[in-house]
């Protein structure tokens, strides 16, 4: 064979898709078709010793064992020089591996040709490549520029391996660290949904139906009901489970950054882009990705969403090239979708396509008998972080919890037990169980507008009358109007106050005002 076409064969197995091993062996075969060789082998250094890691025509115990240069002249020689060399037949220096030749009859013989070429890369040497003949003149005729090449790409294809063979276990170690840690965060973070309630329930029964499959889902409620415990309960009844769920906050994401966030950019296309980087999805490959708050998303990224979620691909900032992402999306927010897309503010095409599977999480005012197995689990939570004793709660205090319409939902309740167990726990000696009572959570429940148990309730607001001739927004909007001025009237002028009289939470009722030109 042309020694031409022998060294370009080489030369494309360094780029194929092949174990190392493979690799070696290939190599071994390619150098056979024109070295005509009854044994050869490839070894790597380790220290002042060579290590076989691949042979051809070799014994099997020759690949178990090891070669130190002290004890072996030939690989000494080869190792120290910088070119190819070829040992003249009648040398009295022992081969390292006579009677190791599968095909030798005469067992012990060294009476046949040897050379070996160093393994040279980047100035180191790492290993050497050697070749037996039991004909004592096989290697005669060898062109010693085609042994020097021969010797260059083999020492690549070893450092190749090497450096492929690395970062596969840097890979695999860094996937088994990864799902550790996921299994450690599911640990700690304890119960995903706490409730026995009918709301739960058909909550759970929503989770456990939607999650085998691979659809996109919208989860809606209000803040602080636990939208990303759905997302993360999803995820963990997924196929996916042992991938990453990334998480990202569309209302946190400036309108000049959010593609490139999502779907990464490329190396100066834009200023302060000095690297290429992966988008979100990207890093969410194979796994799953929440986006939370998706109605905050700028209009001019949803089209790009839009794409991304109906052919599996997205494309980074400054590229036309497409890249295929196998990502599922889970997407909550706390707005109503469909009004957005009325009002024109939320693609009609993007909304359908995200709530292929609608779930809406229950208000707590909906299901006020989680409320005690709720305020347990944050008492206990309340312990692990304080270092106190076990913390408590009367019967009395869990009556109180449940009047109240939380409209800061779940997310509420645990700041007000944690806040009451704070304050709770500086009277009690360290180690001593922290009861928390009634009269604990009066003054808490005061300060975000919540009456105490001996003060008359807010009078309900005098009903509001709209005036005729309105389209159904404007009447809407009029009443809405009207309905927030009164609460903030009667509560003199507390906005707090004025959200838990109407049953909303603080943040959403600013939005709402500024929305309705109440506020600015």
Known sequence: MDP???LLDIALDLTAA???EDRYQRLLGAVHRMIPYDAASLLRLDGETLVPVASVGLTEDAMGRHYPLRDNPRLEIICRSNVPVVFAAETELPDPFDGLLEDDPRALTHVHACLGCPLIVEGELIGALTADSLS????????????AAVGALAGIAMRTSDLIGALEKAVEHGGLVTRELMHVVRQMEGPELIGVSKPITRLREDID????????????????VGKELVARAIHEGSLRRDEPMIYVNCSALPESLAESELFGHLRGAFTGATADRPGKFEVANRGTLFLDEIGELPPSVQPKLLRALQQGEIQRVGSDKPRAVDVRVLAATNRALTSEVERGAFRADLYHRLAVYPIAVPPLRERLEDVPL??????????????????RITPEAIASLR???????VRELENVVFRVALRASIRVVRGEAVVLDESNFEPVLREVGYPPSNASHSQPLEPVTVAPGLTLREAVDEFQRETIRRAVDAQSGNWAAAARVLGVHRANLHHLAARLGLKS
């Open 403 to 409: 009047r109240y319409a939380w409209p800061g939902n």
């Open 4 to 6: 031409l076409q022998s």
């Open 374 to 391: 709720l305020a347990g689990y944050f008492c206990d939570v309340a312990r692990r972080r304080l270092g106190v004793g076990p913390v």
């Open 18 to 20: 092949l174990s190392a």
């Open 209 to 224: 139906l939607v999650a085998k499959s691979d659809f996109t889902v919208l989860i809606t409620g209000e803040t602080g």
């Open 136 to 147: 004592p003149d096989a290697f005669a005729s060898i062109d010693e520029r085609f042994l």
